[in-house]
């Protein structure tokens, strides 16, 4: 059976539509509606008219299609996809992180469950996690879970205290500074372009630091022809393929991979639209109080 075909077919019949994230297995952008970092994709999500949202991605961005959705069948075809950082806060750590710190507005990364969103004032993603900042008008934040995108956030702004939880990204925060230096030796004229996930040490030897989309876009606008990609292999697939012209790198040329991004094949997708599982539920109580974090952020991201 040809499946992409299929999968198309599929698609129209049942007035569905698939969201893919850009380190997702690169062949899914074949059978994609939308391909993008997590807040292009949450608005795609809040926008869609589709009665099925199948989100090839991890589990959290479906977990938040479908707080957006809540009359919609969200699925995600490989249950298991999960987010090590995501996973490294649950309620009552964030419980325990508020009440060493009370009165001061809590911001999550997008990377979270979504107990953990139905009790923060407004989620962000690494795309706005600076503007979703900023629009608190706070002297102190506390950011969660991820200490690395919070710490690069205090650094841009310069005047607001962010006191971060200690989570991370496996895969960002293990490229070494070191690692940089060594690659641009191979290759002096590329320039380094990361995501706010990796160290602070990290990020301050890259000539651009932005989401999965910014670093795909800076690639898009500049005359450059030489980039280091520190961020998932995923990205570093699409730009390959999108600019043939160019070359690109791997931080020590060893791919980062997430594997539970990697977790969705076609196969899964072609499944998951026929027979519509695994479906995503979540609390109507927690939907709804995680769904206001969520709207208080496309908000301000408008
Ligand atoms: P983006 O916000 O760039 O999509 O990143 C999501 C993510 O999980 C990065 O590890
Ligand atoms: Fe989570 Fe890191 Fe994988 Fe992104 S790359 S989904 S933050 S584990």
């Not at 996809?81 to 964030?94: H, K, P, T, V, W």
């Amino acid at each position: 059976m040809n499946y992409i075909e299929e999968i198309k077919r599929l698609k129209k019949e049942k007035n569905a539509v698939i969201l893919a994230h850009c380190y997702q297995n690169v062949e899914i952008d074949d059978v994609a509606d939308y391909v993008g970092d997590s807040l292009y994709l949450s608005q795609m999500a809040a926008k869609t008219n589709a009665d099925i949202i199948i989100f090839a991605g991890v589990y959290f961005m479906a977990q938040t299609a479908k707080i957006l959705n809540p009359t919609k069948k969200v699925i995600l075809p490989n249950l298991t996809a999960g987010c090590a950082m995501a996973d490294m806060i649950n309620l009552q750590q964030l419980r325990e992180f508020k009440s060493k710190y009370p009165d001061i507005p809590t911001v999550c990364y997008i990377n979270s469950t979504a107990e953990v969103k139905s009790e923060c004032d407004i989620c962000c993603t690494s795309s706005n996690a600076i503007k979703i900042v900023e629009s608190l008008k706070a002297e102190k934040v506390l950011f969660l879970p991820d200490k690395n995108l919070g710490r690069w956030v205090e650094k841009q702004l310069g005047n607001v205290e962010v006191i971060t939880y200690d989570g991370y990204c496996p895969i960002h925060n293990k490229l070494e500074p070191s690692a940089i230096k060594e690659t641009k030796l191979k290759h002096p004229n590329a320039l380094v372009l990361a995501h706010p996930e990796c160290t602070e040490e990290f990020s301050k030897l890259a000539d651009y630091v932005g989401s999965t989309t910014g670093i795909m876009n800076f690639v898009k606008n500049s005359t450059e022809k030489q980039f280091i990609i520190a961020t998932e292999k995923g990205v570093l697939d699409r730009l390959k393929r999108d600019y043939p012209n160019k070359d690109f790198y791997d931080i020590n040329d060893k791919p980062s991979i997430c594997q539970s991004m990697k977790l969705n094949t076609i196969l899964d997708i072609y499944n998951a639209l026929k027979n519509e599982t695994p479906e995503i539920k979540v609390e109507e109580k927690i939907a709804q109080k995680a769904l206001k974090c969520i709207e208080k952020m496309l908000e301000v991201s408008k």
